[in-house]
Every structure is written in C-alpha cells, then in structure tokens.
C-alpha cells in the first residue's frame, strides 16, 4: 500500500463529476488518496462505442418471422410475473437527456429485472444501449427527465453514483481505462473493504485479502502478475475485459451491467469471460448485458432479450430473438 501515490488525478475522467460519501471516520488510506475506490468503478465512464454487426434481411420474411417471435414474448414476460418474486431492478418510463445539449437520448424506457435473472439488451448502433446503461450508474452527462428506476426497492435516482456501486450495482465498461499508480492489488482491496463498511461486515487485511484474490484469479484466469500491475496499464483489450470481470467476481454485485463484454476477446477469452460469469452467478443476483452478438448470448444464456430502439424498449423476447437477429438483421424485428 505504501507504494500508492497520488498520480491518480489525471486518470479519474469522471472522478471530479463523483462526490465521495462523507464518512465520519475515512480509513487512513482512503484519506490518504483522498478518492474513494468506488469511485474509480466509474472512472471510465466516457467509453467510446463499439463496432455493431450489420445485418441484411429481406422484409417479408423478416415480417413474418418476427410476428412469431413478439407472440412467444407476451407469454413469456407475463410468466415471469410471479407472486412473490422480487424484483431487483424496476425501470418504469426512464426518460434522460444529454445534460450539455438537453437532446433526448432515452425516450421511455421499461425493464423489470428479477433476482437470479440475465438480460440482453441489444439494438442497432446509437439506439441508447450504452447511455440506458450510464444512466442506471448515475453519469454526470446525463440528466433523467422522466420515470423511475428503482434498485432493491430504493429509489436509485435519489442515489449517487458511489452510493449505488455501494448498494450492489456493478457496471464493466466498454473502454476500461488505466489507472497509473494504483496497482490491481490495492485498488481491489480498497474497493473490496469499502463495500464491506457499507455491508457492515468485517473488512479484510492484505493477507486475508490476498487468500480470497487468488481463488478469483483462477475463476478469470488471469496470472497472479497482473496483480502487481497498475490497473489496466500496458493491458491488452482482452484482459482488461477480463480485469473487469476480476473485479465483479472480487467485489460481488447483485447487479453487474457488462456494457459489450465480448467485444475485443478472442474466442478462448470469451469462453474465460463467460465461464467466469455463469461462476458468479447466484439465485440472487443478476446480470443486464449489452451486446451486438448472439455468439456471447451462446455461452451467457439470459433470460430475456431485449431490443431497444431510439430509446426505448420495442421488442423482448428469448433466444429465438437474438438467432433472427443474427440470421435476418434489424429490420425483422424494428418498430
Ligand atoms: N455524452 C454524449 N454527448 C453527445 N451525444 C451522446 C452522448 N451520449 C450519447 N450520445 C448520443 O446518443 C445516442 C445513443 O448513444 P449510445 O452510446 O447510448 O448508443 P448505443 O446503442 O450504446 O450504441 P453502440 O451500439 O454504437 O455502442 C448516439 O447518437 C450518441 O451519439
């Protein structure tokens, strides 16, 4: 811990938007940095976006089979209604702007996320995938005009963006970024211990701490090497993707946004990625995944599918949504 310095400034993008939650009694080194480690879960959040598939179809077709698919849907969502489960994520009519140019980006979305559930969201290039996701972690640069969002029955927009990593909401971005001067090690054992103070439970010392890392390094299959290195430095794509999955299976999350986590990994890393979240995966907890590609939804099967579209949720469904994506493009499904 010695060795973590002050260097962190210029790699916080966001750090400046996120205010630290005052603390009565801060730990030494959480003083020390004078930035909280929940904080830097959202210093990437400027992420740039990825390549999407493009897709032909021809539209009769593409009419057809999607009629089959959107009646398969309306049975399938209203099942998952059951008495007596428990919602972990309530999305009603969320409508956000950019706060710089007021212009509407999510224009009444809807999404009811259950415990023990996995959902895609999936949609052409620019429909508001990645800006539904921003918004549900609190992004500064963005303004939520409209709607609800409601996270283990607390209203999340009257929640910063800390306070909502602290509650249990996790977010891997598409652009993970580096973090000089703070190794692996450190930033996950601070980050790990403030969740622990806000869980009340009993924070972990380096050694404790390090017993529990390495039996996550095997889930991800990462070397012990990559502990010692600054976070994200001089990492190739496919392992920061899978530095950020280190991170989810060390801090745990009732509910992990994986905005496009296949992109960039090759196909053994993919099936890493994957294994390593199917592993995570509990009764309890949940995972929303942005994706362009039916090949992660091979390996992940999620519960629901989901296509947005201009800022809104137009079609949900199961896996047969995802494979006449893949196989007839949007058009076969668009509003
Ligand atoms: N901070 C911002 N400033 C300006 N435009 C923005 C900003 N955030 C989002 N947008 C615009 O909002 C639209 C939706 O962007 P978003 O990144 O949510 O799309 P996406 O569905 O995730 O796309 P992709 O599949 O390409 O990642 C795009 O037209 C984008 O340019």
Not at 66 to 83: H, K
């Amino acid at each position: 811990m010695a060795g973590v310095n002050l260097q962190l400034r210029h790699a916080y993008s966001i750090a400046q938007f996120v205010p630290t939650i005052s603390s009565p009694s801060p730990s030494p080194q959480r003083a020390r940095l004078g930035i909280s480690p929940s904080r830097v879960l959202f210093c990437n959040l400027r992420a740039t976006s990825a390549a999407a598939a493009t897709l032909r179809t021809t539209r009769r077709s593409a009419t057809v089979a999607a009629s089959s698919v959107s009646s398969a849907v309306d049975s399938l969502v209203g099942d998952r209604d059951d008495v007596g489960r428990i919602p972990l994520l309530e999305v009603k009519d969320l409508r956000a702007v950019i706060v710089e140019s007021r212009q509407e980006i999510l224009k009444g979305v809807n999404l009811v996320v259950y415990e023990g559930e996995i959902h895609a969201v999936m949609g052409k290039n620019g429909s508001g995938k990645s800006t539904f996701s921003k918004v549900l972690v609190g992004h500064p640069d963005y303004e939520v005009t409209g709607g609800s969002i409601v996270f283990k029955g607390q209203n999340l927009l009257d929640m910063e963006p800390e306070e909502r990593s602290l509650a249990g909401l996790f977010m891997s971005f598409q652009s993970p970024v580096e973090i000089p001067g703070v190794s692996n090690m450190d930033f996950l054992n601070m980050a790990f211990n403030a969740r622990k103070r806000k869980l009340g439970q009993p924070e972990l010392d380096p050694i404790q701490f390090y017993s529990h890392l390495v039996s996550k390094l095997e889930v991800v299959n990462m070397k012990t090497d990559f502990l010692n290195r600054n976070v994200n430095e001089g990492f190739s794509g496919g392992e920061r993707k899978r530095n950020e999955i280190l991170q989810l299976a060390v801090l745990g999350a009732e509910l992990a946004i994986l905005d496009e986590i296949d992109s960039g990994l090759d196909v053994d890393a993919l099936q890493d990625v994957a294994k390593a979240v199917n592993g995570l995966l509990t009764p309890k907890n949940s995972v929303l995944m942005i994706t362009h590609y039916q090949r992660l939804l091979d390996y992940i099967k999620p519960t629901l599918i989901h296509i947005m579209e201009n800022g809104r949720i137009i079609k949900t469904g199961d896996n047969s949504l995802a494979k006449l994506l893949e196989k007839e493009g949007y058009k076969a499904i668009s509003g």
